[in-house]
């Protein structure tokens, strides 16, 4: 039994002229009844009565309607739920970002492009408060940001870990080290943005270094990545962090950036998502993330 029989069957149903059916399905009145000869073969049984002048329904016809309609009916549902996740898969996905993603961002944009190639992903740069904004108010599919958060309305999906580096002038003593311990630093001023910029770098630390024993001294406020490793190159001594693959980005003359220890500051990302199920694109971008979490680094973090 083949659609095209049914819907041959029900157009003819419906009309109860077979040269009238053949119009509407645009097709010649021979074909519409060598079909359904077929189909009565299959069913072994007469569907329609004919004779010149009228077409009606056997009683088997009758019993076949309801249910080619709804063959019919599933068909056309396949087809839209599948033109449905087309055009999703090649919809926007607008993915707010922030600055010092470095090789991370590069992975989930390969990851992405590789799970979809139709969709197209649009990067949005903005404050934490600002893309956390945008994506309750659905202006944003999803926002990658770092430190830990509760928001209603909103899921945070736990990604990867990224451990802080010291950004140190290249003529200081500990800049010889290949690991430098957080105690060490306690004598050098920091250049640290001000927590209301940035609450979750700026706890995280201040808690490292109290962990180490000390109140770090505050040097002169950060406030770009040029400007903050210029003055820490050429001016007085000091020192600041970076997340270690944004630092991979930074090769700045007068300035080295060194693993820090005891302890090792370390940041998790995560993918900010409005709960409920997502659509087909914003799933893949959500797959790229999981999967630029367990390889980047060749395992999870």
Known sequence: MELRQLRYFLTVAEELHFGRAAERLHIVQSAVSQQLRRLERELDAELFTRSTRVV?????GHRLLPYAREMLALQARA???????RAEQSATVRLGTSSGLGARLDSVLTAFTRR??????????????????????????????????TDPGLEFLPLWQDPLVAALPAGHELAARQTVELARLADLPLRLAARSRNPALHD???????????TPVLGPEFTNDQDTLAAIGHGRPSWTVFYAPHADQLPVPGVVFRPLS???????????????????????????CYEAYETVDGAPT
């Open 116 to 149: 979809t190639g139709h969709a197209q992903l649009e990067l949005v740069t903005s404050s934490t408060e600002e893309r956390l904004a945008q994506v309750r108010s659905g202006d944003l599919d999803a926002a990658l940001l770092r430190g830990e958060r």
């Open 204 to 214: 995280l630390v201040m808690v490292s270094c109290r962990a180490a024993g000390y």
């Open 79 to 85: 087809r839209e739920a599948v033109d449905e996740l």
């Open 56 to 60: 009606r329904l056997t009683e088997a």
């Open 262 to 288: 005891d302890p090792e500051p370390v940041m998790r990302t995560y993918l900010a998502v409005r709960s409920g199920p997502p659509r087909a694109a914003l799933r893949a971008l959500i797959e790229a």
